[in-house]
């Protein structure tokens, strides 16, 4: 078997919520959605902008790969399968919008935790999660900016 | 000027766990005990609001008459998340008020399975739980809590406190699902699930309804029901304006004003006239910003209110008397009705040992993620 026949038959990496991005080559990002009459940003395309209302004002973007802790929960209980505890975190990206995600590499410890401690964006495969077809997935994680 | 509208009759079932009987037949015995206790019947009503959430598509409503009574009335199912029960209520208010009808019946059920709430559906092929963050509702209230201890200092001991109150409220309400007490230390050191909600600051997943019968002002006198009457002063309904982070973080304080707001004028009072509250408390988190929403206090003043005894049965403005979701127990879309019901009847003063005395004015909230807020405020006259 040639490389490029392995190559074809390896499942696909996918991201793991329509707002990664993956280019060909180069680093992943998270897209944001900017509103051109109001700059309202938005996590995920959309038409319309649900703050000023504005049509054909929405322009994809490239969100910020750093930006600061606004809020969390440390989660003890979750679904059957699913590893606890974690650190479910809220970020507000540099430049604008906010988004949800894992915080890692930092103990899942309320002391340990500061408002506004500087966050970087990651990539890595999505905790091993495959589909029925076998797909990898990319995700997003959030580490503290050391 | 259209008519004061009033509660005739009102009425709810012990709520616990009812897996051998039909949504409809756990809806029929609040409704008729709600017919009961004004004396009239089905055959009175001209329309019935249905509220129900997890079988939103099942046609509970006419089910429901199917139970009690196939009038032939115009039915109208209602799912609004956990504002379910309210919105019901407020369609019905709504229906009278606008001269449609004189006498119309709002009935709230559930039926619900145990366990967590949330998660969210999967849109493509793996899990997002504990991959993308939580999107379960103990830590969407957690987040939510602490950004309340961000902005004021809010301390995991002060939100226990919550829990503490409501478990003890309940111990003197026999319809509550758990009449325990709860000391400080038991809801502190209780399992852990979503930092800082232990799981006794998480609401209980019960099954259960409850009902009203509403009237309009010349049909209450008329029936000579005027003397247990409630008068519903005020009732709004509101959904999710823009906020920043309202994609990931459900914003329930904007709503909460929003509506309060708008009740408030409607009623032409203000908080300080309220003399008891039930409110939103599916989280003890919850509660606490809920102080602040509806104008109990001062913002950034929760954790005193709490800490103060100010929200307890005898102190200046009681909190959730009946035990709250938290221990009376959360049926998504009967409790919004369940509030009215636990208001009117102190109202009445018929609330026995829980009853805050001289009650004259009570305000109920219910909060729906996604977003959906209702507020009614209740008035019983001087007889
Ligand atoms: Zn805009």
């Known amino acids: 078997m040639s490389e490029a026949q392995i190559k074809t038959n390896e499942a696909q990496v996918l991201p793991a919520t329509p707002f990664i991005k993956i280019p060909e080559d180069g680093e992943p990002w998270l897209e944001g959605y900017k509103c051109e009459e109001c700059g309202s940003i938005f996590i995920g395309a959309r038409d319309v902008c649900s703050k000023c209302f504005a049509r054909d004002s929405m322009t994809p973007i490239k969100l910020a790969n750093t930006g600061k802790l606004y809020a969390y929960s440390i989660v003890h209980r979750s679904f059957p399968g699913i590893e606890v505890p974690y650190i479910s975190a809220i970020v507000d990206l540099d430049g604008g919008g906010t988004v949800k995600g894992n915080l890692i590499g930092i103990e899942p410890n309320p002391k340990k935790l500061e408002y506004d401690m500087p966050i970087k964006v990651v990539f890595k495969d999505a905790l091993g999660r495959k589909d029925r077809e076998g797909n990898s997935y990319l995700s997003y994680f959030f580490q503290p900016l050391d | ?383």
């Open chain 2, 1 to 383: 000027m259209s008519e004061d509208i009033y509660v005739v009759g009102v009425d709810m079932i012990k709520f616990g766990r009812f897996p051998e009987q039909s949504v409809p037949q756990i809806a029929s015995k609040a409704a008729l005990g709600a017919l009961d206790d004004c004396g009239l019947g089905i055959q009175d009503m001209q329309a019935l609001y249905c509220g129900n959430l997890y079988q939103a598509s099942a046609m509970v409503g006419q089910r429901l008459l199917q139970e009690i009574g196939q009038t032939g009335i115009p039915v109208v199912n209602v799912a609004n998340a956990c504002a379910t029960g309210a919105t019901a209520f407020r369609e019905a208010w709504t229906s009278v008020k606008a001269g449609l009808y004189d006498l119309v019946l709002a009935v709230g059920v559930e039926q619900m399975g145990k366990g967590l709430l949330g998660g969210g559906a999967q849109k493509t092929g793996i899990p997002k739980e504990g991959l993308l963050g939580s999107g379960t509702m103990p830590a969407v209230f957690a987040e939510a809590g602490v950004e309340h201890a961000r902005k004021y200092g809010t301390t995991f001991e002060q939100f226990a406190k919550v829990s503490v109150k409501n478990h003890h409220h309940s111990t003197m309400n026999p319809k509550a699902m758990y009449q325990i007490e709860t000391p400080l230390e038991t809801v502190m050191n209780a399992e852990m699930i979503s930092w800082p909600n232990t799981k006794l600051m998480c609401s209980v997943n019960v099954d259960g309804s409850a009902a009203a019968v509403l009237a309009t002002g010349t049909k209450v006198r008329q029936l000579g029901l005027m003397s247990r009457a409630v008068k519903v002063r005020a009732s709004a309904l509101t959904s999710d304006a823009w906020q920043e982070r309202d994609l990931v973080m459900p914003d329930v304080n904007t709503c909460t004003r929003a509506a309060a707001a708008t009740a408030y004028e409607m009623a032409g009072l203000g908080p300080e006239d309220i003399d008891l509250v039930e409110l939103h408390d599916c989280f003890a988190t919850a509660e606490i910003l809920h102080y602040e929403n509806l104008g109990l206090c001062k913002d950034g003043e929760a954790g005193k209110l709490i800490d103060e005894g100010q929200v307890a049965l005898g102190g200046r403005i009681p909190v959730n008397v009946s035990g709250g979701l938290l221990s009376k127990g959360h049926p998504l879309g009967a409790t919004g009705i369940a509030n009215i019901y636990e208001v009117s009847t102190h109202l009445r003063g018929e609330a026995g040992a829980r009853q805050v005395e001289n009650a004259r004015i009570g305000l109920t909230h219910v909060i729906g993620l996604g977003s959906a807020c209702g507020i009614h405020i209740l008035e019983k006259e001087a007889a």
